[in-house]
């Protein structure tokens, strides 16, 4: 996203490394003392008593789809207007904004064209959002929020986005305000819809195939049950716990609105992202709304999107890690970390102390002039240009290492893909197969299936093409070298 921040994240706190839960910079404060130890205390366990079975939408067998989101259409348009009419917010928007489904699921929409940017199309309240502002405080909306007040009793540095999730709890039970409890029952997205690793049941977590982003997962999982055990009853049968449901909904849709400024959107975190939006978010200028704001010309019933990264990309671990899904037709930005390479090029396991790095010239002449070569190394080929993004190119071709390092290094960077290609349990064709066969059923509308299993299997298979290409990269240039 960008704007204040450029960024709809929450990921811009430092971070345990273990586990990839965000810890508070060091000397953050909520109005509360900062935990010296840089991680969350679970001495103190609190015993909460479960939440109530909750009202999250779930579309009963009996109901359309389309009835079903036309139900939380009315329900987004009824709070929308609610927040308007309560909070007297101005200046009018340019256009009304309506919640309706779209080719990567809800988003918002423009009910009207927008001839120009900057013009406003939604302002919401501060004092409406769920607000933790490091060097201020805490700022709620009017209400009791319990399960927040609990929470900072027991550890009085929390981060913010626990905080954020307590109070998501607190919404859900009914225990913070009216229209907090009604837009998490009735808008946030049910328990077995999000597809974030931290949500995901075991039997599907291992199905992503690939080692790093299940171990974080799962040790993310520890964390929060360790934190919090009276959250840890499952929302749903074989979906996430209560803790993590509401973490996964402030990790892909919380904003942050300056230094140290994170705030849960109500409105504007339905919206989808796209690396070239045609929305952008804002703070007023007198800090009393967050707007949503064009970026391009928009016209009537086109999805508003803004950015989650910014121009600069993530790659696609932390895509799903974050958001729950991978950009559609590969990722220019993904990258392979290799662990025979460290940070600046050289081999871990060499003997040679200065970096060994690769002459870009001579992976460039393996492509020749034609085609192949522009679509590696303008991005067209998505997977074959995050391949090549892995690889550590000398900036100047005088910096290249001697030939035979170079082979040695490629040879070591091949041994190492080809061993994460030797556990895989299905084939680059039998994936793509399966993921054609459930995006055609979930298409059908009467065909249930289940988003998880779609957006593990997209993962895998994108992780796949991109290993596949660097292994065919590889074996190119030590074949062409001899």
């Not at 070569?373 to 080929?381: I, K, L, N, P």
Request: proline share 6%; glycine share 6%.
């Amino acid at each position: 996203m960008l704007g204040c921040c450029a960024v709809k994240t929450a990921a811009l706190r430092p971070t345990c490394a273990c586990c990839s839960l965000h810890l508070p910079a060091r000397g953050a404060r909520v109005g509360v003392a900062h935990h010296p130890q840089y991680a969350y205390r679970t001495n103190r366990p609190t015993k909460w008593s479960i939440l109530p079975r909750a009202l999250l939408p779930q579309r009963s067998e009996e109901q359309s789809e389309q009835a079903f989101d036309d139900q939380a259409a009315a329900t987004f348009a009824s709070l929308l207007q609610e927040c308007y009419q309560t909070t007297a917010a101005s200046p009018t928007p340019a256009a009304a904004i309506a919640l309706r489904p779209g080719i990567n699921g809800r988003g918002i929409f423009s009910t009207g064209d927008i001839p120009s940017t900057g013009k406003i199309l939604m302002n919401v309240p501060l004092k409406t959002c769920l607000v933790v502002d490091y060097s201020q405080r805490l700022q709620l909306p009017p209400g009791g929020w319990p399960r927040v007040q609990r929470g900072l009793a027991k550890d009085d540095a929390l981060p913010w986005d626990i905080i954020h999730a307590l109070a998501l709890l607190d919404g859900l039970a009914g225990d913070g305000n009216d229209f907090w409890s009604r837009y998490t029952n009735e808008l946030l997205p049910s328990p077995e819809s999000l597809t974030l690793p931290v949500c995901l049941p075991e039997e599907l977590l291992v199905q992503l195939e690939h080692p790093p982003i299940i171990e974080a997962a799962r040790q993310q999982k520890q964390r929060l049950r360790d934190l919090f055990p009276g959250l840890s009853a499952p929302l749903c049968e074989n979906g996430p716990t209560y803790l993590e449901w509401a973490f996964a909904c402030v990790r892909s849709r919380a904003f942050c609105l300056g230094q140290d400024i994170f705030a849960f959107i109500p409105f504007l975190d339905a919206a989808n992202h796209n690396i070239d939006p045609n929305t952008n978010f804002e703070m007023s200028a007198d800090g009393s709304t967050v707007n949503l704001v064009s970026l391009k010309e928009i016209k009537e019933n086109e999805e508003l999107t803004i950015s989650y990264t910014g121009s600069i990309g993530y790659t696609n671990q932390r895509y799903m890690a974050q958001y729950g899904f991978v950009p559609l037709g590969g990722n220019p930005f993904d990258r392979i970390v290799f662990q025979c390479i460290d940070g600046d090029g050289s081999m871990n396991s060499s003997v040679m102390q200065s970096p060994v790095l690769l002459s870009l010239d001579s992976f460039m002449n393996l492509f020749g002039d034609g085609e192949a070569m522009v679509d590696a190394f303008s991005g067209r080929d998505a997977y074959m240009y995050a391949a090549l993004k892995s690889l550590p190119f000398a900036a100047m071709e005088s910096d290249a290492a001697p030939m035979a390092e170079q082979l040695q290094l490629c040879r070591n960077l091949l041994d190492e893909v080809l061993n994460e290609q030797k556990e895989w349990k299905t084939s680059i064709e039998e994936d793509a197969a399966l993921l054609i066969n459930l995006s055609e059923k979930s298409s059908e509308m009467s065909c249930s299936v289940d988003s998880r299993l779609e957006a593990v299997v997209r993962y895998r298979l994108y992780r796949k093409k991109m290993v596949d290409s660097t292994i065919k990269v590889l074996r190119a240039f030590i074949r062409g070298s001899h």
